[in-house]
């Protein structure tokens, strides 16, 4: 198949990404205490690059924030200069550097914030080290972190800035009527429920707003999830509009912390993917699809198909670094194809064990580890 829609140039705002594929942020757990960007982190990323967006890992704006002890951070301005090279090398590969801002709320525990609080938008019985209820000072708090760390990330050299309201971290937790319960102007109805994704946006925009090259904001955000009591897609997709009108310009559309559920299992997408089709027809933005797409065949289909207007190839890209160049140097046929390891990918605890980098490494297309 000729992949003439994912080759295609696509522009984001006054920026030209040179092709639609997208690098969604995965965390690869290799900083130190210090959430510097370090070696290892270079190295992934220089391997990995090619798509038009890559974006970085989920990097935290508030050292409580971690979601892990190995976590990157943008908490500081120290962590600057190795953001600074990530941003160059990504750039030099040919990729819009972009870079997702993190805060896990509840979902993280003593070890991993090394014994910071573990706050929350009401305290969650199921958070292993137990959490406290945020006060409105500590969410203003939180919402200008927010602010410093794209402040920093944009010195840094990053040109696309992707706020994470997914996945069941601080953002999702805000929006989801099962883990948010207060009664005050940040939880009840949808309104209060995103007005923390809001501010957020917000703060980060007017930041960013004196830059004579602001970089984009956009955000990864989880429309519906599958938790009894949780987001459903119709809320969801009025909360994508609401974000829209406060001034995300991209979508990133993904599940808020486990997938919901469909009615009918017709569909050829994954779940991910039929979210971002069901919410691309309702914003004036561009949308990111992701989920499952393994083939530079599928992603284009789904591109011609409409289901989004950029497609993010994750697992495929941790298994085989060089998709995105094999895609654009038109040697599809010599990706290796993600093995969807069951029950987890081996990306999240075990990296070497990944089969189809095992045969890449024969192939002598990897160092060995
Ligand atoms: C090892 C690993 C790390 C991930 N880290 C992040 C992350 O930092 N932020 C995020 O929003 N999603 C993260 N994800 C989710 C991916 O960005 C992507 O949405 C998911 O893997 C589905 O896409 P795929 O089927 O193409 O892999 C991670 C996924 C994997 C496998």
Known sequence: MVHTLLLSTFDLGRLTLSNRIVMPPMVIWQAGED??????????????????????????????????????????????EGLRQLAELIHAGGSLPGIQLHHAGSKTTHKKNYGLPILAPTDIEDAPDGTAALNEDEIFRIVRDFADAAERVADAGFQYIELHGAHGYLGSQF?????????????????????????ITTAVKARLSSRAQ???????????????G????????????????????????????SLPGFADDESRWSPTLRLAEAVR?????????????RTPDE???ALSLGVADLIAVGRGQLADPGWARKVITHQSGAIEICQDCKPKCFHFSEPSKCPARKNLRRRGELASS
């Open 35 to 80: 959430g510097k960007v370090n070696q290892a982190h270079l190295e992934h990323y220089r391997a990995s690059v090619g798509a038009g967006l890559c974006i970085v890992e989920a990097t935290v704006v508030s050292p409580e924030g971690r979601l892990a002890a190995t976590q990157l951070g943008a908490f500081d301005d120290a962590q600057v």
């Open 175 to 199: 929006l989801s009527p099962a883990r948010n319960r207060r009664s005050d102007s940040w939880g009840g109805n949808l309104e209060g429920r995103t007005r923390f994704l809001v501010e």
């Open 214 to 228: 602001p970089p984009v904001v956009g955000m990864r955000l989880g429309v519906a999830d599958g938790e009894p």
């Open 230 to 257: 949780g987001l459903v897609l119709s809320e969801g997709m009025q909360a994508a509009q609401i974000l829209v009108a406060a001034g995300v310009q991209l979508l990133h559309v993904s599940h808020g912390g």
């Open 281 to 293: 027809p309702l914003v004036s933005v561009p949308v990111i699809g992701v989920g499952e797409i």
């Open 299 to 301: 992603a284009e289909d």
